[in-house]
């Protein structure tokens, strides 16, 4: 018994552990997607717990004719401009530039502090475009134009809902016609789909770019969802098998003496009790695709009237590497729909993925 506990207290530790390692950066990531870009560029994100730093209490002027490429003198010492850059410390303070053009410095001590500033300007500049302003360390500031996510989200979406749709209805079907209707070639055919679960998809995106090409496919939107279709049919099929194969068989004899058809089956019988599974597939099918870089790109191209979200922010990566405050709220603005999903069908998933793992 002790054994038990311990090794329960341990699994729990374990646990625990996996998800502060994955909560510090997630919540750190959120933290920063609504802190101001100047304070983004100043400080860290934990910056705004309390903690002891250096405070501002007095600001000196230096004379506006003083040469910074020579040493400069501050009260009756003399430092040169990359010392006073990075901070000269005396004692118990500290002199640093607040102003370089105007010749500011500032005068801090230690001090327990908070930067709890926090803004929403972020997320209106990634979905709306807007213009911001950000003042840079010298002091000068910088103009830049936002990024309109709000367009590539509605695309993400218009991939996304058909995409996860149709591979999990034509899935259904296979999984249903696979477990309990004989016919001839049945077991060869599912055997081919489980082999092709193991083909990479990479394999695959030239031969039938190719063809979409010759059939004009290319770049619409009906190519992709048909693209992702074939891609997820393998691993839905597989996974709405050994669900649907799983359930009791007298249900399905006794519709058959009551004279319900194959499809009646189905649509009373199969779907209704399939929902856990269906929500649990449909979970992995939607992320996959919300997520999903290579495959957009490929058949979908790179024109940012049809651009998803993961293609976006993968040029506002290379584009705005160091705006962080757009990437990081540009990364929550990626994440709102796939937890949305996730949270309204949770209840479904365990009993999904447990629901064929064991008899009776």
């Not at 000269?88 to 303070?93: A, E, G, Q, T």
């Not at 367009?151 to 249903?176: E, H």
């Not at 999904?352 to 009776?360: I, T």
């Amino acid at each position: 018994m002790k054994s038990n506990k311990g090794s329960k207290w341990l699994v729990n530790l374990v646990l625990a552990v996996i998800c502060l390692i994955w909560l510090i950066p997630t919540a750190g990531l959120f933290i920063s997607s609504f802190r101001p870009a100047a304070d983004i560029l100043d400080s860290g994100w934990w910056t705004v717990f309390p903690h002891r730093d250096w405070v501002t209490e007095d600001q000196l002027t230096l004379d506006p004719d003083t040469d910074l490429s020579k040493p400069i003198a501050v009260e009756g010492k003399t430092y040169t401009n990359d010392e006073l850059a990075s901070g000269v410390v005396l004692d118990d303070k500290r002199i640093i530039w607040e102003n370089k053009r105007k010749r500011l410095l500032n005068v801090q001590t230690k001090q327990w502090t908070m930067n709890a500033d926090f803004t929403l300007e972020n997320y209106q500049t990634v979905l709306g475009g807007k213009q911001y302003v950000i003042t840079l360390p010298g002091g000068g500031t910088k103009t830049e134009k936002g990024s309109n996510l709000t367009q590539s989200f509605i695309n993400t979406f218009t991939v996304s809902i058909p995409a996860t749709i149709i591979p999990l209805l034509i899935a259904t079907f296979a999984a249903y016609s696979f477990a309990w209707l004989k016919f001839r070639g049945s077991r060869a055919m599912f055997v081919v789909v489980i082999a092709l679960l193991v083909v990479p998809l990479q394999v695959a995106l030239i031969p039938i770019l190719k063809d979409y090409t010759n059939i004009g496919l290319n770049g619409s939107y009906l190519g992709i969802w048909l693209a992702h279709t074939t891609f997820g049919l393998p691993l839905t099929t597989y996974f709405l098998y050994n669900y649907i194969s799983q359930l009791p068989r007298d249900i399905f004899e006794s519709a058959f003496i009551d004279g319900a058809s194959n499809f009646t089956i189905f649509t009373k019988l199969i779907l209704p009790l399939s929902v856990p599974a269906l929500a649990s597939i449909g979970i992995f099918q939607f992320l996959w695709v919300w997520n999903d870089y290579l495959v957009a790109l490929v058949f979908l191209g790179s024109q940012p009237d049809v651009q998803v979200l993961s293609m976006r922010i993968a040029d506002m990566v290379g584009s705005r590497g160091d705006d962080w405050h757009l990437l990081t709220a540009a990364a929550f603005v990626s994440m709102i729909m796939p937890l949305t999903v996730f949270f309204l069908l949770q209840r479904f998933f365990v009993r999904g993925l447990l629901g064929g793992s064991v008899k009776g």
